[in-house]
């Protein structure tokens, strides 16, 4: 094992996190968990794994599930489609979860990193992940300046961490730490270089470069949307509906929806087309609760207004299947965070 690699998983047996998942060596429970850890961070993940893995205890009970409630047990993590990939994939393997690399990685939303950690992990499969906190703990370390956001960055990384990996039992005891060791020590901002194990042969320190790697080759793009929810009451029961377009959310239930491509006030909102014609009617009472409400996604920043709509019958004219919902059951729903945010600020279930 070379200095690199050793003193990582030095470091590891001393400083390792206690996670649930690292208790067994079965793999659905290792895919479950890093599926969850793909775009969440452990202390947010780690609440949702345990609830998750009661409900679903094995591939059997996931596949048997309704949809609908595995996306209330995922509502709160974001990414939905990763639910909606645990479902599908859980399917397809008719009770038993695959064995080898190859079919690891066809599993729906398993790609090259969370294949190579189960079947490391798992079966002690000689595969080297690399994640967000590889690509950090590398290219500050030797100084790579190739960025991580292409196909050449990616391949090169993907190539030194495979050299980098430990023969035999100690490969997953490497991931594990190298992963760890980019969570818990050299972390994006302020990493604790001055106890740092690699201190002595970290070209970032050396240089005094250490929050320019990763290199990234092109920056992130992020676009504004517009939305304005309706909450349509009648009679003690409420509107929601599923959102089914290959969009943000898809499999969620939201309230009534109109999106505008720019900030449109109240008193102009009702000016839209989108708007039925029973909003506008004199029998809806309108009330606008707030507006404003920023919500950050990756590349998106949601900007809301909220509407209460009270009216006396059901209209048949939405355009869209609708659900109405007794306003007591609406926590049985999966909603997206934006929207639960919004009802609890309201009491609104």
Same mark, same amino acid.
């Given at each position: 094992?070379?200095?690199?690699?050793?003193?990582?998983?030095?470091?590891?047996?001393?400083?390792?996190?206690?996670?649930?998942?690292?208790?067994?060596?079965?793999?659905?429970?290792?895919?479950?968990?890093?599926?969850?850890?793909?775009?969440?961070?452990?202390?947010?993940?780690?609440?949702?794994?345990?609830?998750?893995?009661?409900?679903?205890?094995?591939?059997?009970?996931?596949?048997?599930?309704?949809?609908?409630?595995?996306?209330?047990?995922?509502?709160?993590?974001?990414?939905?489609?990763?639910?909606?990939?645990?479902?599908?994939?859980?399917?397809?393997?008719?009770?038993?979860?695959?064995?080898?690399?190859?079919?690891?990685?066809?599993?729906?939303?398993?790609?090259?990193?969370?294949?190579?950690?189960?079947?490391?992990?798992?079966?002690?499969?000689?595969?080297?992940?690399?994640?967000?906190?590889?690509?950090?703990?590398?290219?500050?370390?030797?100084? #790579?300046?190739?960025?991580?956001?292409?196909?050449?960055?990616?391949?090169?990384? +993907? /190539?030194? %961490?495979? $050299?980098? &990996?430990?023969?035999?039992?100690?490969?997953?005891?490497?991931?594990?730490?190298?992963?760890?060791?980019?969570?818990?020590?050299?972390?994006?901002?302020?990493?604790?270089?001055?106890?740092?194990?690699?201190?002595?042969?970290?070209?970032?320190?050396?240089?005094?470069?250490?929050?320019?790697?990763?290199?990234?080759?092109?920056?992130?793009?992020?676009?504004?949307?517009?939305?304005?929810?309706?909450?349509?009451?009648?009679?003690?029961?409420?509107?929601?509906?599923?959102?089914?377009?290959?969009? #943000?959310?898809?499999?969620?239930?939201?309230?009534?929806?109109?999106?505008?491509? +720019? /900030?449109? %006030?109240? $008193?102009? &909102?009702?000016?839209?087309?989108?708007?039925?014609?029973?909003?506008?009617?004199?029998?809806?009472?309108?009330?606008?609760?707030?507006?404003?409400?920023?919500?950050?996604?990756?590349?998106?920043?949601?900007?809301?207004?909220?509407?209460?709509?009270?009216?006396?019958?059901?209209?048949?004219?939405?355009?869209?299947?609708?659900?109405?919902?007794?306003?007591?059951?609406?926590?049985?729903?999966?909603?997206?965070?934006?929207?639960?945010?919004?009802?609890?600020?309201?009491?609104?279930?």
């Amino acid at each position: 094992m070379n200095i690199f690699s050793e003193a990582i998983v030095e470091w590891y047996k001393e400083y390792k996190r206690d996670l649930p998942w690292r208790e067994s060596s079965d793999p659905y429970r290792i895919w479950i968990s890093e599926i969850i850890l793909q775009q969440t961070r452990v202390a947010q993940g780690y609440d949702y794994f345990l609830r998750f893995i009661k409900r679903f205890p094995d591939v059997k009970a996931l596949a048997d599930a309704d949809e609908d409630e595995v996306m209330k047990y995922w509502q709160g993590l974001g990414y939905y489609s990763r639910a909606r990939n645990l479902h599908a994939a859980a399917k397809s393997m008719n009770g038993v979860f695959p064995e080898t690399y190859p079919e690891v990685l066809a599993l729906k939303g398993v790609g090259e990193y969370t294949a190579a950690a189960i079947c490391s992990f798992a079966y002690g499969m000689p595969y080297a992940v690399v994640d967000g906190n590889v690509y950090r703990v590398l290219s500050r370390y030797y100084g #790579i300046e190739e960025p991580i956001d292409t196909g050449h960055g990616k391949k090169y990384f +993907a /190539a030194m %961490a495979q $050299e980098l &990996l430990p023969e035999g039992k100690e490969a997953a005891d490497y991931n594990q730490a190298v992963m760890d060791f980019g969570a818990m020590q050299c972390v994006p901002k302020s990493p604790k270089c001055e106890d740092c194990p690699l201190i002595d042969g970290c070209a970032a320190f050396r240089d005094r470069r250490i929050q320019e790697f990763p290199v990234k080759s092109r920056a992130l793009t992020v676009t504004e949307r517009y939305l304005h929810y309706m909450y349509i009451e009648v009679g003690g029961e409420v509107a929601v509906f599923r959102r089914e377009s290959n969009d #943000i959310w898809k499999g969620l239930y939201e309230p009534f929806l109109i999106e505008t491509p +720019a /900030a449109c %006030a109240p $008193e102009n &909102l009702l000016n839209d087309e989108k708007v039925p014609s029973f909003i506008r009617s004199d029998k809806a009472v309108m009330t606008y609760l707030c507006g404003g409400v920023r919500h950050q996604l990756t590349h998106r920043t949601l900007i809301c207004d909220f509407y209460k709509v009270e009216l006396a019958d059901k209209p048949d004219d939405f355009g869209r299947s609708v659900c109405w919902v007794k306003k007591e059951e609406l926590s049985n729903y999966a909603f997206p965070r934006l929207v639960v945010m919004l009802f609890e600020k309201f009491g609104l279930w």
